[in-house]
């Protein structure tokens, strides 16, 4: 565990097809003239001279020799900040480090090994060994009693450290602020999320339902499983960003919609929170734009279809397995039954009336989308009679009880996506 107040480290990546890290750059978080956070990032020489050398972000941080700058998000350029903790993964670190609040450099250095994507952070010019120790999915009952503690506020034993460091998953996308670890097994890498004591339903079950509805609807998503553990359901979620081979896993490069989007997490500097202008900006960078442009379409409808309102841009990604990008699968889908039956908001604007989750505003801007009004049409058709006609046996199916169906059965095809 690194000090707080650190203003600089070395950024290291993973290479396409390769298992160690090298050198990629240095960055820097300094202050403007007027007190604000300013992050500088520089591509180092002996990286830029490579010819199998990346992009960290084909968004801000092209490959070049140029010094980068930005005062966004606390000065962290997006594509890092993708590989820093989530709202869980703050949490632990901060409750390991003994600190109510660690800065932004701090929570990159002291972030778990595995982070999402392919990039690592350090003090040292060249790149530590990878500790490659993960947790295993027999330890899920284990990992499950020290996310409830915490979850309690309570302090976890001394002897227990090692194990709250694994529960650090640094996952720009996948899982929001759910308690969660990375787990291993033979096949990979997999994301373990926990229910939470306030939960409204068995939520691993349901959230894996819903991945299932969405790929009967024609989306891409992530593979994932529901295992028991001491009476209790854990989600088990395929990481998409590792290729496990006899010589380490392989990582992929990641970055989040905010990203994409050059946005800002802050309420009142949320005007960039947008389907369309992700659409646009992804076919700047993607490989297959039209392809994805399509998937993001398709996406933006199903969510309006399950009343995912909290479909905000970490819950998008693009990833490069290679050179290229691509939209990443879907993942952390979860439906919001809320009251309203006429009007309900995604947290993205959806077209030419804002957030509304109604079909007209999602057929609104289809050419940004790269597709003609028929074909939009008809995939919104489609999508609708798939989720109202399938929604209940596929929760159902997935072991979701009978009273959570029904709490959870006003969140599908509401009267106001048809008005």
């Not at 968004?59 to 010094?67: A, I, P, Q, R």
């Not at 395929?238 to 081979?245: A, E, G, I, M, V």
């Not at 006609?389 to 959870?408: F, H, L, M, P």
Request: glycine share 8%; hydrophobic share 40%.
């Amino acid at each position: 565990m690194t000090s707080k107040g650190n203003t600089e480290c070395f950024v290291y990546i993973t290479l396409p097809g390769q298992t160690e890290a090298v050198t990629a750059g240095r960055f820097q978080l300094a202050k403007d003239r007027r007190g604000n956070a300013l992050g500088r990032f520089v591509y180092g020489k002996s990286y830029l001279s490579r010819g199998d050398a990346v992009a960290i972000d084909p968004v801000e941080l092209k490959l070049s020799g140029e010094t980068y700058e930005t005062g966004r998000l606390n000065g962290v350029f997006g594509a890092l900040r993708d590989a820093g903790p989530d709202y869980w993964g703050r949490r632990v670190i901060e409750k390991h480090a003994g600190v109510p609040q660690l800065g932004e450099l701090d929570c990159l250095l002291n972030s778990a090994d595995d982070r999402a994507g392919a990039l690592g952070f350090g003090l040292g010019q060249q790149p530590p060994s990878p500790r490659r120790k993960f947790n295993k999915t027999l330890e899920l009952a284990k990992l499950q009693e020290i996310a409830e503690a915490l979850m309690r506020e309570e302090d976890v034993k001394t002897e227990e450290a090692a194990q709250v460091q694994d529960l650090m998953l640094l996952g720009t996308s996948m899982g929001g602020a759910r308690p969660k670890a990375v787990v291993e097994d033979d096949d990979g890498l997999w994301i373990a999320k926990f229910n939470r004591p306030d939960d409204r339903w068995n939520n691993t079950r349901v959230e894996r339902a819903i991945l299932e509805l969405a790929k009967a609807c024609g989306l891409r998503v992530v593979e994932s499983r529901v295992t028991t553990v001491a009476a209790k359901d854990v989600l088990l979620v395929k990481r998409f960003d590792r290729t496990k081979t006899d010589k380490g896993y392989m990582r992929s490069r990641m970055i989040s919609g905010l990203t994409v989007l050059r946005a800002e997490e802050a309420v009142e500097m949320r005007d960039r929170w947008s389907y369309v202008l992700m659409a646009e900006e992804m076919r700047r960078v993607t490989q297959e734009p039209e392809k994805d442009a399509k998937e993001l379409f398709q996406r933006m409808t199903f969510n309006a279809l399950i009343s995912n309102l909290d479909d905000h841009p970490r819950n998008h990604a693009l990833v490069a397995k290679e050179r290229e990008w691509q939209l990443s699968p879907a993942y952390d889908l979860t439906p919001s039954p809320v009251i309203s039956q006429e009007h309900r908001d995604l947290a993205l604007e959806v077209g030419d009336q804002g957030r509304f989750a109604n079909a007209k505003n999602v057929l609104s801007q289809h050419a940004r989308f790269l597709l003609d009004a028929e074909e939009a049409k008809a995939i919104v058709s489609s999508m609708t009679e798939q989720v109202r006609a399938s929604w209940y046996d596929v929760v159902r199916g997935q072991g979701v009880s009978e009273k959570d169906a029904e709490t959870i059965k006003g969140a599908f095809v509401y009267p106001g996506f048809l008005t």
